[in-house]
């Protein structure tokens, strides 16, 4: 019987040890990155230093060397693109609920085929951008507008890509006479919203700043929210 005391006794003593380890024992190890407070709002990535890496005709790649806004030091390829102007061309004279767009085909060598597209182009330096898609209609499609709208601004490709496009809204257009650039081969076509709308469906329309000017116009026309 003393010998069953004395082991309960040592079981207990035992028991009182580990849990006493326990309360002591080292936190569990938390992920460092967690501990990490978010970038606040509006900061800016810092550029330690600059490279250009090669120099086209329509942009430039730059390697950046750069400290982002959470603290992380990293290195950054970016395409430098000085912008371009998207043009959406719309004809509501023979039905305001259903009006005419102007788009293009035109083959595209980086997708490897041919893209229907709307009437787009780059800004030059020193150009104003509402200047630059008045060029830029005239040169590829002939039409001309009288009203002219802003819709958006938006970045194709951000991760790596500094261009940004603006989408402008031209009505009350009307025909003229193409001046397409020697390398452009491009094909101008005109059709209801309400077919475009279909191809988009079909997926037959793959360019992003199309689908982003169609999808837009038509929710701004459903809702009767046009400027």
């Known amino acids: 019987m003393a010998a069953t005391t004395t082991n309960a006794k040592k ?132 039409y001309r507008a009288r009203r002219w709208t802003l819709l958006t601004k938006y970045f194709a490709s951000p991760g790596f890509l500094g261009e940004w496009m603006q989408i402008y809204l031209a009505r009350e257009i009307r025909d003229g006479k193409a001046q397409p650039e020697p390398d452009e081969q491009i094909e101008v076509i005109r059709m209801p919203l309400s077919e475009a709308l279909a191809l988009v469906s079909l997926n037959k329309i793959h360019d992003g700043k199309t689908l982003i000017g169609l999808m837009l116009f038509e929710r701004l026309l459903r809702e009767k929210r046009l400027p």
């Open 11 to 142: 079981a207990k003593a035992s028991a009182a040890a580990s849990r006493k380890t326990s309360s002591h024992a080292s936190p569990a190890k938390t992920n460092p990155a967690a501990k990490k407070s978010a970038p606040k709002k509006g900061a800016r990535t810092k550029v330690i230093s600059s490279k250009v890496v090669f120099k086209g005709k329509v942009f430039e790649v730059h390697r950046d060397e750069v400290i982002e806004p959470s603290g992380a030091k990293n290195t950054r390829e970016i395409i430098r693109h000085n912008g371009s102007v998207v043009i959406l061309a719309v004809d509501e004279s023979r039905n305001p609920l259903d009006p005419d767009v102007i788009l293009e085909r035109q083959y595209r060598h980086a997708a490897g085929q041919f893209l229907l597209e709307l009437p787009a182009g780059r800004v030059e330096p020193g150009e104003a951008t509402l200047a630059a898609a008045k060029r830029e209609m005239i040169e590829e499609t002939g």
